[in-house]
Each structure stands twice: as structure tokens, then as C-alpha cells.
């Protein structure tokens, strides 16, 4: 079955560097999502992309996080500026055929800021 | 703005038996989604069953079947015969809105014993 795969699986990184995670999401799907959850915590939603653009943001999106698609498989979730408190698993998910269908998840990144 | 909320945040139950994981949840969209997702420890998010808002008719998967009251707001899980393989966190998600972003509860710690 085809998956969702994130790499790396595991970043450690000063604090104040900047973070690119990585996500190929499954081939024929056409939604994405990015998805963070602090250890101990639910799971929060950050952002949906659509059409090569942002199609919905959360408050914890905030101007030191962005997101692309550069070249047609990859899904890229950048983190400007890190803070101690980006600590956290970072998720991708897609969905295909449409938006209401089940979304798959990647195995997540553990993003360590020390 | 959706909620959900998980009013157990540990439960056990014996290996063979049944058990039942809570969770309501509050939205203002007509058309919408409910999903359990579980996380074992190694933090991969698995879809264990979705339920459409607008089909009475409760969703079941194997031993997995949901009990959905839409009057009440409320989407419990059902687990038949639990396998020590069902220890994980369970989250009762909603989905919905023009994006259909996942909105999770905290979860739900199940440890089935031998």
C-alpha cells in the first residue's frame, strides 16, 4: 500500500537555526497537511496546501513557518528561526480524490531544539 | 470552531475482554467527519475507523465499531477481544470545513494486560 514518508526521522538542531522537514506524500493525492504535537500533548493542526498554495494556516503557523511543494512529489515544512518550544513531532499527512477522504500519515519527524 | 474532547485519559482493560474509549465532540459544520486514530509507542498515527456524519448506520472494522449519537455529539469506540497489540494512545478526531483539517481530542491511554 502506498505511504506517506517523512525524512528525516529524527533533527536535532540549535536553536535559532533554521529546519527544512521533508515529506513525499503519496503520488496521486493532492491535499497536504502538516500537523505538530508537543510531546505529551494532542495532536495540533498547523497547515493545509492546495493547488500550490496555502489553503488554510492555524495561529501556530506563524510568519517563522512555511511550506512548499518545489518540485511535484516533495512537501517541505521550513522553520525560520528555531525556538526551544518547536520542540515537537511534526506530522504529513495527504488525502486524495477529495478532501473529506481519509488523510494518511507519514511516520513523523522528532524535531529536537536544544 | 470545532472541539473534541477525551474525558479518559487512561484506561485499561483485560486481554480478551471489551472496552469502550469515550469522546464527544462539538462542531458547527452540517457536513462532516469523525475518525479514531491510534499511536503505539513508536508515534505512527494509524487509522483505525471513520464514521460519516450524514450515515446513521455506526461504522465498524473487525473488532473495531463505533457508537455514534449525533444528537448527543458523541463517537465512542468500541474494542472486542482487545490484543495486547491495541496498547497504544487513541485519539477521536473531527474532520470538516473547506479544508477538512483533522481536529483532535488529548487522547486516550489504553494498556490492555495480559
Known amino acids: 500500500e502506498p505511504e506517506v514518508t517523512q525524512t528525516p526521522s529524527h533533527q536535532v538542531t540549535q536553536m535559532g537555526q533554521e529546519v527544512i522537514l521533508r515529506c513525499v506524500p503519496i503520488?496521486?493525492?493532492?491535499?497536504f497537511y502538516w500537523y505538530r504535537q508537543i510531546l505529551g500533548q494532542k495532536v495540533e493542526f498547523l497547515v493545509s496546501?492546495?493547488?500550490?498554495?496555502?489553503?488554510?494556516k492555524s495561529e501556530i503557523f506563524d510568519d517563522q513557518f512555511s511550506v512548499e511543494r518545489p518540485d511535484g512529489s516533495n512537501f517541505t515544512l521550513k522553520i525560520r528561526s528555531t525556538k526551544l518550544e518547536d520542540s515537537a513531532m511534526y506530522f504529513c499527512?495527504?488525502?486524495?480524490?477529495?478532501?473529506?477522504?481519509?488523510?494518511?500519515f507519514g511516520d513523523g519527524t522528532r524535531l529536537s531544539i536544544l | 470552531a470545532q472541539t473534541v474532547t477525551q474525558s479518559q485519559p487512561e484506561m485499561s482493560v483485560q486481554e480478551a475482554e471489551t472496552v469502550t474509549l469515550s469522546c464527544t465532540y462539538d462542531?458547527?459544520?452540517?457536513?462532516?467527519?469523525l475518525f479514531w486514530y491510534k499511536q503505539p509507542p513508536s508515534r505512527q498515527m494509524i487509522l483505525v475507523i471513520r464514521?460519516?456524519?450524514?450515515?446513521?448506520q455506526n461504522a465498524t472494522e473487525n473488532r473495531f465499531s463505533v457508537n455514534f449519537q449525533k444528537a448527543a455529539k458523541s463517537f465512542s469506540l468500541k474494542i472486542s477481544d482487545s490484543q495486547l497489540g491495541d496498547t497504544a494512545m487513541y485519539f477521536c478526531?473531527?474532520?470538516?470545513?473547506?479544508?477538512?483539517?483533522?481536529?483532535f481530542g488529548k487522547g486516550t491511554l489504553l494498556t490492555v494486560n495480559p
Open positions: 499527512a495527504s488525502t486524495g480524490r477529495g478532501r473529506n477522504q481519509p488523510q494518511h
Open positions: 503520488s496521486n493525492h493532492l491535499y
Open positions: 496546501f492546495y493547488n500550490n498554495e496555502i489553503s488554510e
Open positions: 462542531t458547527s459544520e452540517s457536513n462532516y467527519y
Open positions: 464514521q460519516e456524519a450524514y450515515k446513521q
Open positions: 478526531a473531527h474532520s470538516g470545513g473547506s479544508n477538512y483539517k483533522l481536529t
